[in-house]
């Protein structure tokens, strides 16, 4: 933002903005959004996505608006074998992967699980670096609605708290 407020002469980001929005442009969905792009520069792939080094873009916009995307029922069918999958679906799958939280990673593997079918445990948790019992607990969770809305734990799970130890 700094190199566009100093090549535009302007010290307001607002002044920024409106000069991009003349060119179409995109924010890069890594990064925090802190990188900028030019549709006319971008060539996005397949799956509407393309990425400059380690930054990168989507025909989408934000992270959240493309993993929907990505995973609309319909949209890419089951999930595919991992060696032949591209690196944009992988990069773009273990992205949003990162971003959940523990109950949500489970649920998400899961949920992948379950639209693959058959020998798909294993695969989903080579994939997302799982155990592949915690991809089996994920669709079985699922499958029998067994899934707490408020905790991401079960009551009682995790470490055992400890009492600080004083001196006597």
């Known amino acids: 933002m700094a190199e566009l407020m100093a090549a535009l002469g302007s010290d307001a980001r607002r002044t920024v903005f409106r000069k991009l929005n003349e060119l179409n442009y995109r924010t890069s969905y890594s990064h925090r959004g802190r990188y ?13 996505l393309w990425s400059y080094r380690d930054v990168w873009f989507s025909i989408h916009g934000t992270l959240l ?3 929907a995307a990505l995973v609309e029922p319909g949209a890419t ?3 595919p074998d991992t060696s032949i999958m591209p690196d944009e679906l992988r990069t773009a799958i273990i992205l949003f992967f990162s971003v959940l939280d523990e109950k949500l990673r489970r649920l998400y593997a899961g949920l992948e699980a379950l639209k693959t079918g058959r020998g798909s445990d294993a695969r ?3 994939l997302l670096g799982l155990d ?3 991809v089996a607990r994920g669709r079985r969770e699922l499958l029998d609605q067994d899934v707490e809305i408020e905790r991401v734990r079960r009551t009682g ?3 055992r708290s400890m009492e600080k130890k004083r001196r006597k």
């Open 124 to 126: 989903i948790a080579e």
């Open 65 to 67: 608006s493309t993993v």
């Open 157 to 159: 799970a995790g470490r």
């Open 77 to 79: 069918g089951a999930f």
């Open 36 to 48: 900028y792009t030019l549709d006319r520069i971008a060539e996005f792939g397949e799956f509407g």
């Open 132 to 134: 592949i019992t915690t």
